[in-house]
């Protein structure tokens, strides 16, 4: 999901929230409104559902949410609304897809190092499967940080993007230029050869070569 489109949702969310104002019942003149309804119901489990998506069931936003939407009072509507405002901030001001980059690159530090390993331990077929493996990652997140689809729908279903095309909507979208293209092409390729058992078709030394293209592309993009 892009950054434009996770906004979306978030704004829709507070829409949502904030019409449940109109549904408030007051019993007493002095008592606290709350809503008879199952308007909050419907508010409370689309707002878990988005944030459980965006960040998992342990993060802070997640469990705050579900203590502030415990109760169909007023107070509840305007916990949760300050949650989402807070999360709506996060996600305009990309500092989301920061995080998630910083793990990201975490990750790829690691299987990175574990492709070099095996490299230098003689086993190429693995650590081309490997680094193919981290390069179509990261191509994937550099198509979500610059807003290109990852995914297309086919008679009805949401079919993931095969690498070479994120690979081709980048370049057209002058995220890098033909030669970095082209390089990644041959990537691509020397991985695919490594999955289906072409072992034959490529060397050691061209597995290298490609480990240390992948670092370089990485770490510079």
Known sequence: MTNIELQDRITTLI????????NLTYDEP???????????VGFKTLSLSFIKNLYGENHLYFKEFEEAANGTYKFNVDESLSILSSIKFEIENGWLYNLKQLVTAELFSDFLEMSKYLLEEGYKDAAAVMIGSTLEEQLRQLS??????????RDGKEIPKKANLLNAELYKANIYNSLTNKSITSWLDLRNNAAHGHYNVYSRDEVNLMYQGVVNFISTI
């Open 30 to 40: 002095y008592s606290i409104g709350f809503i008879k309804d199952g308007s909050f």
């Open 144 to 153: 979500i940080n610059n807003s290109i689809e990852i995914s297309s729908i």
């Open 15 to 22: 829409e949502f929230g904030n019409s449940l104002y109109d």
